[in-house]
């Protein structure tokens, strides 16, 4: 069975961090450009970051360059988000996307072959 599956999100202050991940199982993610989005309550989901299948090439929104770092550990079938700095504005649900067989189209992907389920933080003192 093919899954996508972020978890790591949580509750923390303003200024705090977190690390989600982004696992695949079934299949192999070596091939997949991944991105990591962000849907804020009552907006449309919009890209943060992406980061190639090679992982040599990564790209960030303006909102978030600085202080969120995209990796990933094909060995694990795993893709990261570092979230540091946290901000209020952070707030929102985090889904990973992953492209099969294209790089990054700036700090988000060109098509969305699979979906995670996504993983909620809240930014909040």
């Known amino acids: 069975q093919l899954q996508v599956a972020e978890s790591g999100g949580g509750l923390v202050q303003p200024g705090g961090s977190l690390r989600l991940s982004c696992v695949a199982s079934g299949f192999t993610l070596d091939y997949y450009a991944v991105a990591w989005f962000r849907q804020e309550p009552g907006k449309q989901r919009e890209g943060v970051s992406c980061?190639?299948?090679?992982?040599?090439?990564?790209d960030y929104a303006d909102s978030v360059k600085g202080r969120f770092t995209i990796s990933r550990d094909n060995a694990k079938n795993t893709v990261y988000l570092q979230m540091n700095s946290l901000k209020p504005e952070d707030t929102g649900i985090y889904y990973c996307?992953?492209?099969?067989?294209?790089?990054?189209?700036?700090?988000?992907?060109?098509?969305?072959?699979?979906w995670g389920q996504g993983t909620v933080v809240t930014v909040s003192s």
């Open positions: 996307a992953l492209d099969y067989g294209h790089y990054c189209s700036g700090f988000s992907v060109y098509e969305v072959d699979y």
């Open positions: 980061i190639s299948s090679s992982g040599s090439d990564t």
